[in-house]
């Protein structure tokens, strides 16, 4: 492959914050007596966080105007944010250096591509803020993954075509998002699930092998 790029997911990628994302949701689900549980915070992986609430609240046993949405997005966002101070550069996930450092050994251009709004602040609490030649997130999208907006975005700042960008995505709507803007897509945990992947990998390290 000629790969001149390397787009990486952020969360379950890179830094897992799954948990503090599913303590957060399930705040709120507990506080409007909304049924939640693991299984409907799975379908919330890689999509906005209004999104992610339309989905909370179809078990909700009223109707919520957009004022009260809006609200509770920012009830559950200011519960996250508080437990992201948790987070330190241990908790980068393995095999990210490997990859890190052999896509930089070969002048291979790496940016984040994340739909969370929260991209910068947990960069810089795990210490990877000036590591990426570019960073595209949630603030710079109007739409979500399966739509490639954020990978297009990424790829721009880089200078590079998409057809020589690789995307590593650990959710299905992000291999989606991938393949809908023409990038080769490479799957780890959740996404290797997906039929539309180019390549799976179970571990980050594991990514050297194909560049």
Known sequence: MNIKAVIFDLDGVIVSTDQYHY???????????IPFDETINNRLRGVSRMESLEIILKNADRSYNDKEKFELTEY???????????????????????????????????????????????????????????????????????????????????????KFCLVVEDAVSGIEAAKNGGMVAVAIGD???????????????????LL
């Open 23 to 33: 303590k957060a949701w399930k705040e709120l689900a507990d506080k409007e007596n």
């Open 76 to 162: 559950k966002n200011d519960i996250y944010r508080k437990s992201l101070e948790d987070l330190s550069k241990e908790d980068i996930l393995p095999g990210f250096w490997d990859a890190y450092h052999h896509c930089r050994d070969k002048d291979i251009l790496m940016a984040v591509g994340s739909s969370s709004k929260n991209t910068k602040k947990i960069l810089k609490a795990i210490d990877l803020d000036d590591a990426f030649d570019a960073v595209a997130d949630g603030t710079d999208i109007e739409n979500s993954k399966p739509d490639p907006e954020v990978f297009w975005t990424a790829a721009a700042r880089l200078g590079v075509d998409s």
């Open 191 to 209: 996404a290797t699930s997906s039929d539309k992947a180019d390549h799976t990998i179970k571990h980050l390290r594991e990514l050297i092998k």
